[in-house]
């Protein structure tokens, strides 16, 4: 014995993780519950169950019209349609519109969800662009299932087809037949055209969807109708903005002459896609961060939403359309 204390191998004891349940309603067919960009953002600091009795819920209006007012908890609107929140039934909300309301609201546009990390799109030397444009068959494509308000895809589909034929894979202004295509196949025609009609569903301030995004991840050339305001995310010299021209015939004008000049079009397919290199990191960190607000409070101390007559009203039609619902069996 050499009366010195014997040690132990030291045992690091690893932090427990805040458990959180939660649920999703509304979203669209192909959604993960426990694969989306949400999930995984919460999963990095807190330890997340679905549960069908959750204390946060996630909502996106593409289900049942107010079916989350049968969940009496924390419920955040997660906007990816042109849905103002309306912040009587909502604690907190995620959308497209240019407002604040203190720590209950973020803008973070649709056209930047991403599952795995921010969004971003490879840079292309000019090299690498002239490679990619020889291998593109088809001019432009539009595709789709219904028109725009005011049918602006029509329109614009009819003033760029009036110089050259637009390939359209959907039911809308169908050119190729079949009933529909897969998002992989989607993909494949983006990368194999020159241009993109990248139309929203309407125009509207801060509205950008996937419709953005997508081909300029493919490397087609978008022609963006929607968000006046698009050039305040995107970089102008990266796509076609169909508001900086008087009217269709002008836009198509201007298509025909990057169509005819391969330096100008390289020159687009070369461009940032966004006004700055970190501009999509650093909103995804804003997402983070007010996701971690919420959640770092228990439910009693994260509720912002006041009990009201509108939201008191909003509770009854529900329950009333769901118990006419149940007696006519739909």
Excluded at 6 to 24: H, S, V, W, Y
Excluded at 194 to 212: H, L, R, W
């Amino acid at each position: 014995m050499t009366g010195r204390r014997e040690t132990r191998p030291f045992r690091r004891i690893r932090a427990m993780k805040k458990q959180i349940d939660i649920n999703f309603i509304g979203f669209w067919g192909s959604f993960d519950k426990q694969d989306n960009m949400l999930f995984n953002i919460l999963k990095e600091r807190y330890d997340v169950r679905i549960s069908e009795k959750p204390d946060y819920l996630f909502v996106s209006p593409l289900g049942r019209m107010y079916n989350y007012m049968q969940y009496d908890c924390i419920r955040i609107l997660y906007a990816g349609e042109e849905i103002t929140p309306d912040f009587n039934c909502f604690d907190y909300a995620i959308g497209f519109d240019f407002l604040e309301f203190g720590d209950r609201y973020l803008r973070y546009p649709f056209c930047f969800y991403s599952a795995n990390g921010p969004w971003h799109a490879d840079a292309l030397t000019r090299d690498e662009a002239y490679e990619l444009l020889k291998k593109k068959d088809i001019f432009c494509n539009l595709i789709y299932w219904e028109d725009s308000i005011g049918g602006k895809r029509t329109q614009l589909f009819n003033a760029i087809s009036a110089y050259k034929p637009v390939r359209s894979d959907g039911r809308l202004l169908n050119t190729v037949g079949g009933n529909g295509i897969s998002y992989r196949e989607k993909w494949e025609i983006l990368r194999r055209s020159k241009f993109t009609i990248a139309c929203e569903g309407c125009s509207y301030p801060g509205v950008v969807t996937e419709k953005m995004t997508m081909p300029l991840a493919a490397h087609s050339v978008p022609v963006f109708y929607g968000n006046e305001r698009i050039c305040e995310e995107f970089n102008a010299d990266a796509f076609v903005n169909c508001h900086a021209y008087p009217d269709p015939d002008a836009l198509a004008q201007r298509i025909r002459e990057l169509d005819g000049d391969d330096e100008q079009y390289l020159q687009m397919l070369t461009s940032a896609p966004l006004v700055n290199d970190g501009y999509a990191a650093d909103l995804y960190e804003r997402l983070k961060a007010f996701l971690f607000h919420i959640f770092d409070q228990d439910p009693d101390e994260a509720k912002r939403r006041v009990d009201s007559v509108i939201s008191n009203n909003y509770a009854k039609n529900y329950k009333r359309f769901m118990r006419i619902s149940n007696i006519l069996h739909f």
